[in-house]
């Protein structure tokens, strides 16, 4: 069993088998940093303002097994831990340094740390939240039906913000659905319009802002969008406008759009929007000037 820490501070395991196996027999949850030691900035903080602190360590030494997946840059790091390390990054989807993710001893995950969290007020938080789902999916696992579709949407809701738990939503839709067909959480259909979407966004970044093939992408798009995911497809084609147009009547066709998104969006995304319209698109000749040269680098 690999260890890592110093003298004195809480031990973190490297191997999650080891992990499960004493969260099995000390009745724990793990808690897992995916980390990058060596190279990443917030990692290096999140561990010097939380993760090691007294406050934290004494918090996590009756409840959690700490693991650390750490993917640094020096040369001399272990080649089969970090080729281990690698495969669990992938394995729970992770999407960026660092992530802490909660999981159960059988390794499902059940909360985590929100993007951004830097005081161990907020982390002891978040593993409150974490403990809260993992008894819930407990009970979840000694239901059926509608009752067990039920508590996983609870454990689904619960789960931290940030497109490193997208696998662990998917997971959580992928039982509920088995549990209930019929969708009585109203979960599934969520799940459809955030994977659409997913499947949008990488389509788009897949080109340049103005590269010309991805009009005919946004106008399929347009077409296909669920109700929820049109307001997004709206605004790429505003912002694909903006980069491409050579003339007041294509921006015109722009300043239309905008019309068409504002009163999709929320309040606070509503009201910036039209500031965009009031103060920009009144004078399309000046801001057709505008944008040229902002594309010719002035």
């Not at 099995?24 to 561990?47: A, Y």
């Not at 669990?88 to 909660?102: A, E, I, N």
Request: aromatic share 6%.
């Amino acid at each position: 069993m690999l260890l890592v820490g110093v003298a004195g501070a809480a031990e973190w395991l490297t191997r999650l088998p080891d992990a499960q196996a004493v969260a099995h027999r000390e009745n724990k949850l793990i808690l897992v940093d995916f980390t990058g030691s060596d190279w990443c900035g917030p990692c290096i903080q999140l561990r010097r303002q939380v993760l090691d602190t007294p406050a934290f360590e004494k918090y996590a030494a009756d409840s959690l097994v700490l693991l650390e997946v750490d993917m640094p840059q020096r040369k001399n790091f272990d080649a089969a831990l970090k080729a281990r390390n690698e495969a669990l990054c992938k394995r729970f989807g992770v999407r960026g340094f660092p992530t802490v993710m909660v999981l159960t001893p059988g390794g499902e995950v059940v909360g985590g740390f929100p993007p951004g969290l830097k005081s161990v007020a907020d982390a002891c938080k978040a593993l409150d939240q974490a403990r809260e789902s993992a008894s819930v999916l407990q009970k979840a696992d000694a239901a059926g039906g509608a009752q067990r579709a039920a508590l996983l949407a609870q454990v689904y809701r619960a789960l931290p913000a940030g497109k490193s738990f997208d696998a662990a939503r998917a997971a959580l839709r992928e039982q509920i659905r088995k549990a209930s067909p019929q969708d009585v959480t109203g979960l599934l259909a969520a799940g459809e319009v955030q994977t659409q979407a997913e499947r949008f966004d990488k389509e788009r970044c897949a080109f340049a802002p103005n590269d010309p093939r991805l009009a005919p992408i946004l106008e399929r798009q347009l077409a296909e969008a669920l109700p929820e995911n049109r307001p997004d497809v709206l605004r790429a084609k505003v912002q694909y406008g903006m980069a491409v147009a050579e003339s007041v009547e294509e921006l015109e066709v722009v300043r239309r759009q905008l019309q068409e998104l504002i009163p999709q969006l929320p309040p606070d995304d509503a009201a910036a929007d039209q500031h965009l319209l009031d103060h920009f698109f009144q004078d399309l000749p000046t801001l057709l000037n505008t944008l040229r040269r902002s594309r010719q680098g002035y």
